[in-house]
């Protein structure tokens, strides 16, 4: 939960002030914490079991199609634009273009995506229970 409220508070004036970090800054390096940590958290999401019906469901095949069909894919865009900004931002400190980060600074807001996918994991792990009960899931 800190680095959501990480993300909630520095990506946000980062984008609104065009604020860059430099590779090796402070900044720099916990955004590369970051990173690698939401990175695990993909395959720590893969290994996590659910209630359905009740019941705990700790079956892979089940948990796999569950992530499949909520949360997996904003979590690999999310961890795609995380790992282009270090790519351009290591490219910018070593050739000083900074055109490449900026392409993507509109883009790391979805970052901030996170806070809503944990306030509302919940209520929409509900209603995707709703729909894949519909649907034989």
Do not use: H
Request: glycine fraction near 8%.
């Amino acid at each position: 939960s800190i680095l959501i409220l990480s993300d909630c508070i520095t990506v946000p004036l980062n984008v609104a002030w065009d604020v860059e970090y430099e590779a090796g800054s402070l900044g720099f390096v916990f955004f590369v914490f970051a990173t690698l940590f939401w990175s695990m958290d993909v395959a720590v999401n893969f290994n996590t079991g659910y209630v359905a019906d009740g019941v705990l469901v700790m079956e892979r095949p089940r948990i796999f199609k569950r992530y499949l069909l909520s949360w997996l894919f904003f979590d690999l865009a999310v961890i795609a634009i995380d790992f282009i900004t270090l790519i351009a931002t290591v490219t910018v400190s070593s050739t000083g273009v900074l055109g490449n980060v900026r392409a993507f600074r509109f883009l790391r807001l979805a970052r901030t995506l996170r806070l809503a996918k944990m306030l509302g994991a919940n209520n929409l792990g509900q209603r995707l229970d709703d729909v894949g009960a519909g649907s034989g899931v």
